[in-house]
């Protein structure tokens, strides 16, 4: 048996997904591109994972927890990889058979990088599908081109958000010095850890959907269904997310700005759902902190918007949107 090492280290999580976690798995081995290994960490699943994944033990490497949380398993999952690379997925979701071909074409034609991303869909229960690029607004600045190389990652990761680590390389080394996942946060953990990498070095991102994100209808609630339900709850983990990264000593003044703004628009967001259950007082203390952040005219007009009645709010502020939309569509005209 060679004892060379594996250029990519693939990391899965798995909890309670004994029907899932082996598409995940062969969605891997069925790969073109043969240079890797296969981490599994469960996460002290309660169902029969381990029993189902005793088909693929001599193909995987199985490493089992108490159950601590996704980014303690993925933490688990680095600390034994021996690749250069690490790529992540999660046990519920699929790679197309060429992504890790396609993904090392490029980070081989780009060695600068330090993370690379590819395009995925979101396909939900009812068969639509989303693209995450469309989603989180990157299509716009890749305006139609096969690949984007970024200069200034952290601003854009910050920029655009949310990110999806199931459908990313990381090179190994770029994690350790990031600082691994951290394991207080139950959302966004992986916008967190994408936006430490990215003060490691350049981001490269592929314009090709490679990764299918499955909505599934499961007894454990997905990562976004929990968030639809604790949005408010969401909402200030994030803030708390953007307010360390405020904290890293070697972020420039811009990328201060960039977190400055993305603040912003959280507490805005924050904002709005408090003024949704009829909280005016609270929501007008959130628009205040919005300004705060950024001196920003969404923010001062929500701000204002506040001191009326909840129900003449929420009619001015369709309005105030309506308006706004028309008038971005009359200036790109």
């Not at 029969?48 to 949380?69: A, F, M, P, V, W």
């Not at 600068?112 to 599908?129: S, V």
């Not at 983990?237 to 603040?263: M, T």
Request: charged share 25%; hydrophobic share 40%; proline share 2%.
């Amino acid at each position: 048996m060679s004892s060379r090492l594996p250029l990519v280290s693939v990391v899965i999580p798995t909890y309670n997904r004994a029907g899932f976690v082996t598409k995940a798995i062969d969605s891997v081995l069925n790969q073109t591109f043969a240079d890797y290994e296969v981490i599994v960490v469960d996460d002290g699943s309660t169902d029969n994972t381990k029993q189902t994944l005793e088909r693929c033990l001599g193909k995987i490497t199985y490493i089992y927890q108490d159950n601590s949380g996704v980014s303690a398993a993925r933490n688990a999952g680095i600390a034994v990889a021996c690749g250069e690379w690490v790529a992540f997925l999660d046990s519920d979701d699929e790679w197309e058979i060429d992504y890790l071909a396609k993904q090392i074409k490029h980070a081989v034609a780009f060695p600068e990088i330090t993370m690379q991303t590819a395009n995925c869909l979101f396909i939900g229960l009812d068969g639509k599908t989303e693209s995450y690029f469309q989603f989180n607004g990157v299509s716009s600045e890749i305006n139609g081109k096969n690949y984007l190389f970024v200069k200034e990652p952290f601003c854009f990761v910050v920029k655009h958000g949310p990110w999806q680590v199931g459908s990313t390389i990381i090179r190994r080394n770029g994690i350790i010095e990031a600082g691994l996942f951290d394991t207080k946060f139950k959302f966004s953990e992986d916008f967190d850890l994408m936006a430490r990498v990215a003060l490691q070095g350049s981001f490269g991102l592929i314009n090709e959907n490679l990764v299918n994100i499955y909505r599934r209808d499961e007894l454990n609630d997905c990562l976004t269904n929990q968030i639809k339900k604790n949005r408010l709850k969401a909402r200030k983990s994030d803030e708390i997310i953007f307010k360390n990264l405020k904290k890293i000593e070697n972020i420039s003044d811009k990328e201060h700005r960039a977190l400055n703004r993305l603040l912003s628009a959280n507490r805005r967001a924050i904002g709005n759902l408090l003024l949704a259950e009829g909280e005016n007082a609270s929501a007008r203390d959130s628009y205040k902190q919005a300004i705060l952040f950024d001196q920003s005219i969404p923010s001062l007009g929500k701000y204002i918007l506040s001191f009326f009645p909840t129900g003449i709010n929420l009619t001015l502020g369709k309005w105030y949107f309506r308006l706004k939309a028309i008038i971005h569509i009359k200036l790109e005209v």
